[in-house]
């Protein structure tokens, strides 16, 4: 099976290499069929100037790719979505009597794959989903706990002024809360949590996918393909 470089269609740059990585690592497990790494494949397409997201709509360009590797199927994937969610709830004394507040951060990823015949130039098979990840974190507030917050303390604890307060580590660069993010500053980038979130969104939604991969097409640990 060839594997060919996945389009990536989100604002975050990388989460196309991304879900690719974790879906060849998930298949090559399966230990059902060899495959053509994607290095290759992507290597071949360049020195014939072609689009890798070409491939699945030009039945010539998928027998050439079968003939020059001598595979018979061809995979081909997208990511399609990518979500950063990060809140910051009011703040409130907890049941052991401390003030804090809970900082939720989420992060979604959404992925495509196909799996196309060559010979025909047919979608063999075809499955899209969605991953997602999340934590809901509670930080400690400098606040007596027997001390009932007061209107004016409260007033400077507003959302915008509890980043500070955030429980993180010490390289990690948050803003303050939004409800999506639509900015283009990917978190994961400066945020231990979100990039750990990223990674376990990937690891979900490929794992969706493959799942439902090995379940159409009867491939097994050590078995063979039943796909024509």
């Not at 703040?91 to 804090?100: I, M, V």
């Not at 979604?108 to 060559?118: F, G, I, K, N, W």
């Amino acid at each position: 099976m060839a594997v060919i470089p996945f389009d990536n269609q989100t604002q975050d740059p990388a989460l196309g290499a991304a879900v690719q990585s974790e879906m060849v690592d998930q298949i090559s497990q399966l230990n059902a069929v060899p495959l053509v790494d994607v290095a290759q494949t992507g290597a071949y397409l360049k020195s014939l100037r072609a689009d890798p997201a070409s491939v699945a709509a030009n039945p010539d360009l998928m027998r050439e790719i079968a003939q020059h590797f001598k595979a018979d199927l061809i995979l081909v994937g997208s990511s399609t979505g990518y979500l950063e969610i990060l809140k910051d709830q009011a703040p409130q004394r907890s049941d052991d009597g401390r003030w804090g507040f809970n900082t939720f951060r989420k992060v979604s990823v959404a992925a495509r794959a196909q799996l196309l015949d060559p010979s025909s130039g047919s979608l063999v098979w075809s499955q899209k989903n969605q991953g997602y990840s999340y934590t809901n974190t509670f930080n400690p507030l400098p606040i007596p706990p027997g001390l009932q917050l007061p209107d004016q303390v409260n007033g400077l604890l507003d959302l915008a002024n509890l980043v500070k307060n955030r429980v993180l580590q010490k390289d990690d660069r948050e803003p303050a809360s939004f409800d999506e993010n639509s900015s283009g500053q990917l978190l994961y980038r400066q945020s231990h949590y979100f990039a750990k979130l990223r990674e376990d969104a990937t690891y979900e939604v490929v794992n969706a996918i493959v799942d439902d991969f090995r379940g159409h097409n009867g491939w097994v640990p050590g078995g063979k393909s039943a796909a024509p």
